[in-house]
C-alpha cells in the first residue's frame, strides 16, 4: 500500500465504501515533509445518521452470534495485524510522526489486545447467587448494549481503537467509529482489516470528519446508549454533559498533568532516564506523559545540568517529527508563568529539511506554586 499520494479514501457505512453526503473532504498530511498521504469524506450528521441506522440494523443479527464464533473473527483480525505490522508501522510513522520503533509497539499492542478480546469469547461468563425468595432461582448474564460510538485520538492511532472496538465487538455490540482526522488512513485500515477478517456489514461503520460535525452528532444521537473517548478534558467534559441528555454511557481517558517528583537523595542518573523517557517517549503523545519535573533544590541545579544534556543531545528525524509542530502554543503559555527556554528552537522547517538537531525544546523555571520551590515544565 503506498504511504503518500493522491489517493481518495471514503467512509465504511453498512458495508459499503461511500464518499460523505456534502461531497467534501480534507486532506492528511506527513507532518514532516508536507506530503499528502489522501483525502478523506469529511463528513456531517447525515452520515452519523446513516451509519448509526446501519449498525442498529446489524446490531439484531451480530448479538446473537455465539461470542466463540465472535471471538473466532477477532482472532483472524489479530492474524493480519500480524501480517500487516510493517506497513502499519511505516505508516504511522508517516502519517503521524512516531517513531518506527514505538510505532511497532503500538500495532504489537493493538495484536495483544485483539487476542486477548477473542479469548474473551469464551469467557462471558456470568454468575448464579442464592434466592432469598422460595422456588427461584438466581442468575446473571453479560448482554450486548447496542450501538457503541468510538471517538479516538491521534497519538495511539491503532492501540487505542483496539482497546475500545474489540471488547465492544466481542460483546455482540455494534460500532460506529470515528477517528481523529490527523490519522484518518491507519483508521481505515484498522477497518479494512477487520472486514477482511469476516466481520458481517454493518458490524463495524467508520465515519470521517471533524469533531464538531461528526463527533458532536455520535455523543447526542439517541440510537447510541454508549459513547467511549480517549482526548482532551476539555472535550471529556463536553462529551459528558451532551450525553446526560439521554443518560448515556460514558467511558473517557483523558490527558493529565503528570509530574515527577526527584527528591534530595535521589540517583540523579536514574532520574534523568526516567525524565527522559517520561517526556520524549513515543514523542511525547501521551496522555500519560510527564509535562512537570518537580526538583528538589539541592539537586536542582545538578539535574538540571545533566538532563538539559541529553535533551541537547536528542535527534530529530522523519519518524519523530510531527508532535514538534504542535509545541509553540504550550511553550507560549508556559513563558508567561516565567519559564525560561534552555535547549531547542521554536520550530522546525518542514519539506525543506530540518533546521534544529534536537528534538524538544525544553521549559524550566523557579516557579512559586503551590509551595513547589523549584519547577521544571517540559
Given at each position: 500500500?503506498?504511504?503518500?499520494?493522491?489517493?481518495?479514501?471514503?467512509?465504511?457505512?453498512?458495508?459499503?465504501?461511500?464518499?460523505?453526503?456534502?461531497?467534501?473532504?480534507?486532506?492528511?498530511?506527513?507532518?514532516?515533509?508536507?506530503?499528502m498521504?489522501?483525502?478523506?469524506?469529511r463528513?456531517?450528521?447525515?452520515?452519523?445518521?446513516?451509519?448509526?441506522?446501519?449498525?442498529?440494523?446489524?446490531?439484531e443479527?451480530?448479538r446473537?452470534?455465539?461470542?466463540p464464533?465472535?471471538?473466532?473473527i477477532?482472532?483472524?483480525?489479530?492474524?493480519?495485524?500480524?501480517?500487516?505490522?510493517?506497513e502499519?508501522?511505516?505508516?504511522?510513522a508517516h502519517e503521524?510522526?512516531?517513531?518506527?520503533?514505538?510505532?511497532?509497539?503500538?500495532?504489537?499492542?493493538a495484536?495483544?489486545?485483539s487476542?486477548?478480546?477473542?479469548?474473551?469469547?469464551?469467557?462471558?461468563f456470568?454468575?448464579?447467587t442464592?434466592?432469598?425468595?422460595?422456588d427461584?432461582?438466581?442468575?446473571?448474564?453479560r448482554?450486548p448494549?447496542?450501538?457503541?460510538?468510538?471517538?479516538?485520538?491521534?497519538?495511539?492511532?491503532?492501540?487505542?481503537?483496539?482497546?475500545?472496538i474489540?471488547?465492544?465487538?466481542i460483546s455482540?455490540?455494534?460500532?460506529?467509529?470515528?477517528?481523529?482526522?490527523?490519522?484518518?488512513?491507519?483508521g481505515?485500515?484498522?477497518?479494512?482489516l477487520?472486514?477482511e477478517?469476516?466481520?458481517?456489514?454493518?458490524?463495524?461503520?467508520?465515519?470521517?470528519g471533524?469533531?464538531?460535525?461528526?463527533?458532536?452528532?455520535?455523543?447526542?444521537h439517541?440510537?447510541?446508549p454508549?459513547i467511549?473517548?480517549?482526548?482532551?478534558?476539555?472535550?471529556?467534559?463536553?462529551?459528558m454533559?451532551n450525553?446526560?441528555?439521554?443518560?448515556?454511557?460514558?467511558?473517557?481517558?483523558?490527558?493529565?498533568?503528570?509530574?515527577?517528583?526527584?527528591?534530595?537523595?535521589?540517583?540523579?542518573?536514574?532520574a534523568v532516564?526516567?525524565c527522559?523517557?517520561?517526556g520524549f517517549?513515543?514523542t511525547?503523545?501521551?496522555?500519560?506523559?510527564a509535562?512537570?519535573?518537580?526538583?528538589?533544590?539541592?539537586?536542582?541545579?545538578p539535574?538540571?545540568?545533566?538532563?538539559?544534556?541529553?535533551?541537547?543531545?536528542?535527534?530529530?528525524?522523519?519518524?519523530?517529527?510531527?508532535?514538534?509542530?504542535?509545541?509553540?502554543?504550550?511553550?507560549?503559555?508556559?513563558?508567561?508563568?516565567?519559564?525560561?527556554?534552555?535547549?531547542?528552537?521554536?520550530?522546525?522547517?518542514?519539506?525543506?529539511?530540518?533546521?534544529c538537531?534536537?528534538?524538544f525544546?525544553?521549559?524550566?523555571g523557579?516557579?512559586a506554586?503551590?509551595?513547589?520551590?523549584?519547577?521544571?515544565?517540559?
Amino acid at each position: 500500500m503506498a504511504l503518500t499520494g493522491t489517493q481518495t479514501f471514503l467512509n465504511y457505512i453498512g458495508g459499503e465504501w461511500v464518499d460523505a453526503a456534502s461531497g467534501e473532504t480534507f486532506e492528511s498530511l506527513n507532518p514532516a515533509s508536507g506530503d499528502m498521504i489522501g483525502t478523506f469524506p469529511r463528513s456531517t450528521p447525515e452520515d452519523v445518521d446513516r451509519a448509526v441506522a446501519a449498525a442498529k440494523a446489524a446490531y439484531e443479527d451480530w448479538r446473537l452470534v455465539p461470542a466463540p464464533k465472535r471471538g473466532e473473527i477477532l482472532y483472524r483480525f489479530a492474524n493480519l495485524l500480524m501480517e500487516e505490522k510493517e506497513e502499519l508501522t511505516d505508516l504511522m510513522a508517516h502519517e503521524m510522526g512516531k517513531v518506527k520503533a514505538e510505532a511497532g509497539g503500538d500495532v504489537q499492542e493493538a495484536i495483544d489486545m485483539s487476542l486477548y478480546m477473542a479469548g474473551e469469547g469464551r469467557r462471558l461468563f456470568g454468575q448464579t447467587t442464592p434466592s432469598e425468595l422460595r422456588d427461584k432461582f438466581n442468575m446473571s448474564v453479560r448482554m450486548p448494549i447496542g450501538v457503541i460510538g468510538v471517538i479516538t485520538p491521534w497519538n495511539f492511532p491503532i492501540a487505542i481503537p483496539s482497546w475500545k472496538i474489540t471488547p465492544a465487538l466481542i460483546s455482540g455490540n455494534t460500532v460506529v467509529f470515528k477517528p481523529a482526522t490527523d490519522t484518518p488512513l491507519l483508521g481505515e485500515r484498522f477497518v479494512e482489516l477487520l472486514v477482511e477478517a469476516g466481520l458481517p456489514s454493518g458490524v463495524i461503520n467508520i465515519v470521517h470528519g471533524g469533531g464538531g460535525a461528526v463527533g458532536d452528532r455520535l455523543v447526542r444521537h439517541p440510537d447510541v446508549p454508549v459513547i467511549t473517548l480517549t482526548g482532551s478534558r476539555e472535550t471529556g467534559v463536553e462529551v459528558m454533559r451532551n450525553a446526560a441528555e439521554n443518560l448515556k454511557h460514558v467511558h473517557l481517558e483523558l490527558g493529565g498533568k503528570n509530574a515527577i517528583i526527584v527528591l534530595d537523595d535521589a540517583d540523579l542518573e536514574l532520574a534523568v532516564d526516567g525524565c527522559l523517557w517520561g517526556g520524549f517517549g513515543t514523542t511525547g503523545q501521551r496522555c500519560t506523559a510527564a509535562s512537570r519535573v518537580v526538583v528538589h533544590e539541592q539537586v536542582y541545579e545538578p539535574f538540571l545540568e545533566a538532563f538539559v544534556a541529553r535533551v541537547r543531545a536528542l535527534r530529530v528525524g522523519d519518524g519523530d517529527h510531527g508532535w514538534l509542530l504542535r509545541l509553540s502554543e504550550l511553550l507560549q503559555r508556559l513563558r508567561e508563568f516565567g519559564g525560561k527556554l534552555l535547549a531547542g528552537k521554536l520550530r522546525i522547517g518542514r519539506a525543506a529539511g530540518f533546521d534544529c538537531r534536537i528534538g524538544f525544546a525544553q521549559v524550566a523555571g523557579s516557579l512559586a506554586h503551590r509551595g513547589q520551590r523549584k519547577l521544571m515544565a517540559t
